[in-house]
């Protein structure tokens, strides 16, 4: 194997471990340019453990381990054949200021949409998700939403920061349309039983097939443009501890990847890894997790735009 990986970079899963994957650290938006990784490291809209603003930097830490591949198993392609990433490097705001977040977050996914690149998204907490879309249905229109969680997110708050409440509001600000929205994984009250999302409980989802699960997912969404959100919490903590609220009986790690691969063909606009709290790790299990659905996001986008070589 050569001593670069997939991105062209050192392979080496232990030395220079300063981005995602080892990309390329840049904000040079030019056409050279297929899609971005950002991180947003806030966590003060969290109501449980507190710590995800350290999960963009532990997910960039824990991707060494995937470094090395040159072709990820089990697709038939190298990434950067087909794909041309940045790590964006972590948006900085100052400590506390929840409004100057919520503005340069909406601000720079803007201009990064703009552009005309895919963004994927790092948290933090899941509250961050909600800037995300407002940047999102600026240049795309109300958008489908698959939703991986443990919660609905759709609790009655009239609170300004609360990553329990994005899924409320998004509606309402005609950000996503629930009838072509669904959500995977849920395990918690639903909070608004009248939000219109569809509804795969974990339950639901671990006594079907990924088959099952995918054909509700492709027909809720239809040919929406749609906004993937993926709360690391969805994983049961045996595969995902290190997050702010943890709840047993969720996913296993491969079956989230199965369902991931299987939507080619979607039109993915924007995507997030939401919630990995480094601090309750044991072994970068969950930073690992995070990484590697990262990964198959990037293959499935790469998958849906195929370039010329």
Known sequence: MSASNLFGSDAN???????????????????????????????????????????????????AQLRWEEKRWPWQFSLADKLRVIDYGDLNFDDGDS????????????????????????????????????????????????????????????????????????????????????????????????HGFDVVDAAWANNHSVEDIVDRIRARVGD???YLSFDIDCLDPAYAPGTGTPVVGGLTSDKALQILRA???????????????????????????????ALEMLYVFAANNVLET
């Open 99 to 194: 409004n100057s977040m919520l503005e340069l977050v909406t601000a720079e996914a803007s201009n990064i949409m703009a552009a005309g690149k895919t963004l994927l998204t790092f948290g933090g907490d899941h509250f961050i998700t909600l800037p995300l879309l407002r940047a999102a249905a600026k240049h795309h229109g109300p958008l489908a939403l698959i939703h991986f969680d443990a919660h609905t997110d759709t609790e009655q708050s009239d609170l300004a920061y609360n990553h329990g409440s994005m899924f409320y509001h998004a509606p309402r600000e005609a950000l996503i349309v629930p009838e072509n929205s669904i959500q995977v994984g849920i395990r918690t009250e639903y909070m608004d039983e009248d």
């Open 263 to 293: 939507l080619q063909g979607l039109n993915i606009v924007a995507m997030d890894l939401m919630e990995v709290a480094p601090a309750y790790d044991h072994a970068e299990i969950t930073s690992l997790a995070g990484a590697t659905l």
């Open 13 to 63: 899963t232990y030395a220079n471990i300063f981005t995602y994957m080892g990309l390329p650290l840049s904000r040079d938006l030019s056409d050279q340019v297929d899609a971005v990784v950002m991180g947003v490291p806030y966590d003060l809209a969290t109501s449980g453990r507190s710590g995800t603003r350290f999960g963009p930097t532990g997910i960039r830490q824990a991707s």
């Open 224 to 226: 929406r443009a749609v």
